[in-house]
């Protein structure tokens, strides 16, 4: 119980200790450290209080010198710990702001922008439109909502299709497992993100069709899986229209996304 002593950050704590927010997160989820919560994904703590639960802990009894603990930075470096989805439970809600996990790597950006929504609104209409009539009883879902591959890979997909027949993957806090289809929206700042890493994790996780849309080039990129490889099979640019080979009667007028 840390009561009414001065409460601090995770961010500041991990500073004060010289240790990895990532390492504070995962004390605090196997509760090696005192803490409080104040709201939803909201912890705070208390220096000394930690630093004295540190001193008692039998992993830090040698760490703990004149009130500070020191992380074996070596250790560190060449054996990262990979983030779990449990460890991305605990990350603090921080507005502006979104968390991934990238096979075990925190990954945080800026909320999207104005040409990003603009674009992810109009065309998951489209996909709401024609995904009704050819599977009533498959989903589209849209960020913010957690897919997650195995335990270290937890993203948040633009848009999202799940099949009729996925609907056991559909969780009640979470998707897990890999949806039929997967639409990231470029932005300045995620491009590579998404056209490199994302990428090559929908593809090593068996997602069949990803989708790339990027408002400032005004493209669409459609992929599917060709022996577990993603291969381009339709795109446009401007104001062209994408009729996609393997859905049938779907056609996307670009213009209508920009």
Not at 14 to 37: C, G, H, N
Not at 227 to 234: E, F, M, N, Q
Request: net charge negative; proline share 6%.
């Amino acid at each position: 119980m840390i009561g009414n002593k001065e409460l601090i950050t995770a961010q500041a704590l991990a500073e004060a200790l010289d240790l990895s927010v990532e390492t504070i997160w995962r004390y605090t989820r196997e509760k090696k450290i005192p803490f409080i919560e104040l709201g939803s994904k909201q912890y705070r703590y208390n220096l000394s209080d930690v630093i004295e639960a540190l001193a008692h802990s039998s992993t830090h009894n040698s760490a703990v010198q004149n009130h500070a603990v020191r992380e074996n930075k070596e250790e560190y470096r060449t054996e990262p710990a990979k983030l779990t989805y449990q460890d991305y439970l605990l990350l603090p809600e921080e507005p502006g702001y979104r968390y991934e996990i990238l096979e075990g790597m925190l990954v945080k950006e800026p909320s999207p922008n104005v040409p990003h929504q603009r674009a992810s609104r109009r065309l998951q209409r489209i996909l709401e439109d024609y995904f009704w009539e050819q599977d009533p009883e498959g989903e589209v879902f849209d960020a913010p909502l957690d897919v997650t591959f195995q335990d270290i890979t937890v993203v948040q997909p633009d848009i999202f299709y799940v099949s009729g027949n996925q609907k056991h993957i559909v969780l009640k806090a979470r998707v897990d497992g890999q949806p039929t289809l997967v639409v990231e929206v470029l932005s300045p700042l995620n491009s590579r993100k998404d056209r490199l890493q994302k990428l090559q994790i929908y593809q090593k996780y068996g997602v069949p069709h990803y989708w790339l849309v990027n408002p400032e080039e005004k493209t669409l990129e459609c992929f599917a899986l060709k022996d577990g490889t993603y291969a381009l099979v339709a795109a446009g640019i401007d104001e062209e229209v994408v009729e996609h080979p393997e859905f049938e009667g779907l056609a996307i007028s670009l213009k209508n996304l920009w």
